[in-house]
């Protein structure tokens, strides 16, 4: 019941500003566009002595952005992908995005199925989303968008804050409980181009599961640099199974090409320090490198190296990919 009144009020709060803003700017006209992503690539893999060559489409969204007025806002996204269910299917699809929402002096509020601020900021530096996913994205540290509230405020140039109530169980398991995750980060630009950005979150059951993050990141003309560390406490509420670390990587563009690096640390822990722990042999670095061109608008295609060294063994996974980013 309170669902259905918390949903009530929103609604009736949107009617409310969107009546609000056409009365103040009758010349805004509505307007929409739809959009199409998708993520694609041919790649060979080198392990223990065995080539593995494949056609592979990781992924496509297909949605469509809306304006009602000036501030008020909205989208849906459907994410077609892998299942990662054993085989039983090749592709499956889920209802990614689905919002209102609400920005004006410095304010931004997101209603709905919303994406993430987890790691936009990281994401959005790196600018590989389609060759591999940011870091907590890539190793499950989090969901990319989950069912909830989010609300910034940009306190000065320099400062703003951010924080958000969700479901806590992701856009592809949405359970309605009363156990929710709480986020909040705060990011700060102290010169043009370099972003500092502090974050955590925190989803109670017997277990809390806990995370902590920092970021830097520096942009200029056709330089990108960032660097972020990333910890967990109790993954998936199991006690004591902690994980985290780092990533680095930089990007700098030459005409029509952008070459590109990554370099991943990813270690599980636990309290007694034990070697062999509850993620050890999934453990490891990654190590990615390649350049990127753009032959012609909404097309972008990427020849790049790709490598996982084992922690447990040291054993190298290598991989060759022809990567390519479709979008309209």
């Known amino acids: ?38 993520f694609t690539n041919y790649h060979s893999t080198f392990s223990d002595n065995e080539t593995h060559n494949a056609f592979e489409i990781q992924r496509a969204y297909l949605g469509y952005g809306f304006k009602l007025s000036k501030e008020l806002s909205g989208k849906v996204t459907l994410d077609v992908g892998n299942p990662k269910d054993d085989g039983k299917l090749m592709m499956t699809a889920f209802l ?22 987890q790691f936009k900021m990281q994401e959005k530096l790196w600018e590989g989303r389609y ?25 000065h140039d320099v400062i703003s ?36 950005r502090g974050y955590t979150d925190y989803i109670g059951k017997e277990d809390a599961q806990q995370t902590y993050a920092g970021y830097i990141g520096y942009s200029v003309k056709f330089l990108k640099i960032g660097a972020e560390y990333n910890y967990q406490l109790n993954n998936k509420f199991n006690t004591d199974n902690n994980w985290g670390g780092y990533s680095f990587y930089a990007s700098y563009k030459f005409g ?26 999934k453990d490891g670095q990654a190590i990615l490198a390649g350049l990127e061109f753009i032959p012609l608008k909404g097309l972008t295609i990427s020849p790049n190296y790709q490598a996982w060294i084992y922690d447990n ?15 309209f």
């Open 1 to 38: 019941m309170r669902k259905i009144i918390v949903l009530l009020i929103f609604v009736g709060a949107i009617k409310f500003l969107y009546s609000q803003e056409q009365e103040q700017d009758t010349e805004f006209k509505t307007s929409g566009k739809t959009f199409v992503k998708v």
């Open 96 to 117: 990614k995005n689905a919002y209102f929402q609400y920005k004006k002096n410095g304010l931004k509020i997101k209603f709905g199925l919303i994406g993430r601020y």
């Open 131 to 155: 060759l591999y996913k940011s870091y907590m994205d890539e190793y499950k540290f989090g969901s990319s968008a989950d069912l909830g509230t989010f609300i910034s405020y940009k306190i």
């Open 161 to 196: 804050v951010d924080a958000s109530i969700e479901n806590g169980d992701g856009y592809k398991s949405i359970e309605l409980d009363s156990i929710f995750k709480y986020s909040s980060g705060i990011t700060i630009t102290p010169i043009k181009g370099l972003n500092i």
């Open 256 to 281: 029509k090409l952008r070459a590109f690096g990554r370099y991943d640390k990813l270690k599980s822990t636990t309290v007694d320090g034990e070697i062999d722990n509850w993620n050890y042999k």
């Open 313 to 327: 063994d040291a054993h190298v996974r290598h991989s060759v990919y022809l990567s390519c980013e479709i979008k």
